[in-house]
Nanobody, 117 residues
């Protein structure tokens, strides 16, 4: 039932910024913890940031101070503001939704972020 659609990916130069969006539909957004994951070629998928239904956030050490996750419950949307981008941030970024009551996970289809000069 839950559908997640990411947008906002693209190609930027090192030091640039991007803002990813994830549109949630099919259930009650406020009952889900939301997160962003990424997967680079040859590497495992890793958690980038999470924002719980109550607003608590957590970040991977590699992005702390550069990325900010937020959610707008009125718009059923979660965002990832990415600043000071580095080439090592290049990856496919996936939106994740986790129902608090069941723990079931839902995934978006991903959006490519490329940081290159």
């Amino acid at each position: 039932q839950v559908q997640l659609v990411e947008s906002g990916g693209g190609t930027v130069q090192p030091g640039g910024s991007l803002r990813l969006s994830c549109a949630f539909s099919g259930s009650i957004f406020s009952t889900y913890n939301m997160g962003w994951y990424r997967q680079a070629p040859g590497k495992q998928r890793e958690l980038v940031a999470v924002i719980l239904s109550g607003g608590i956030t957590n970040y991977a050490d590699s992005v702390k101070g550069r990325f900010t996750i937020s959610r707008d419950n009125a718009k059923n949307t979660v965002y990832l503001q990415m600043n000071s981008l580095k080439p090592e941030d290049t990856a496919v970024y996936y939106c994740n939704a986790r129902r608090t009551s069941t723990g079931r996970n839902y995934w978006g289809q991903g959006t490519q972020v490329t940081v290159s000069s």
